[in-house]
């Protein structure tokens, strides 16, 4: 037997009379709990040497960022804490006269006193170091007919081969940069 679709009213009160359970929520972001146990560890220890390095580029700038990296940071009784920097080469007798400023700069970042003192140690960082755009490059024209069988004319001599069209692209090149 066939059955027919209710009708509007017939459904309306169909869906009032049973009440779908709503659906179930999704599970809580594992970092919402982990934040809560972590966050007395982080008062008691301080700092972990992975909170430098995403904002290492922030902290020390462009120029340092891609030439060093921070490997850890090693807490004393004293006053301070050491951190450990792994710096490609001859890199480091620049980190070297730069400590004083990278420090202050870490002290703005974590609070006076926190790091105090810099270990250097050469080696291949984990990073290749980016690279400085240069300047844009110009795409100059092609040359004008006229400008193209004058050069033509004046390699008519020359036998094909890599030498002649080392010379076109050579007066091509000279034809372009030239004022008319």
Do not use: N
């Amino acid at each position: 037997m066939r059955r027919s679709l209710p009708t509007h009213a017939e459904a309306v009160a169909i869906l009032d009379a049973r009440r779908p359970r709503p659906p179930p929520r999704p599970p809580r972001h594992a970092a919402r709990g982990l934040a809560a146990a972590l966050k007395p560890l982080e008062a008691k220890f301080g700092p972990s040497a992975d909170d430098f390095r995403s904002r290492w580029r922030e902290i020390v700038g462009e120029a340092l960022a891609g030439r060093t990296e921070p490997r850890r940071l090693i807490r004393s009784r004293g006053a301070g804490a050491t951190l450990e920097l792994k710096v490609a080469g001859p890199v480091a007798a620049l980190v070297q006269h730069q400590a004083p400023l990278i420090l202050d700069r870490l002290a703005l970042y974590l609070g006076p006193g926190v790091v105090t003192r810099l270990r250097i140690v050469q080696g291949p960082i984990s990073r290749a170091p980016t690279p400085r755009p240069g300047p844009a490059r110009r795409i100059r024209p092609p040359l004008d007919a006229a400008a193209e069988a004058e050069l033509a004319r004046s390699l008519a001599a020359v036998r094909d081969g890599p030498l002649k069209a080392a010379l076109e692209r050579l007066g091509r090149e000279v034809l372009r940069a030239t004022p008319r």
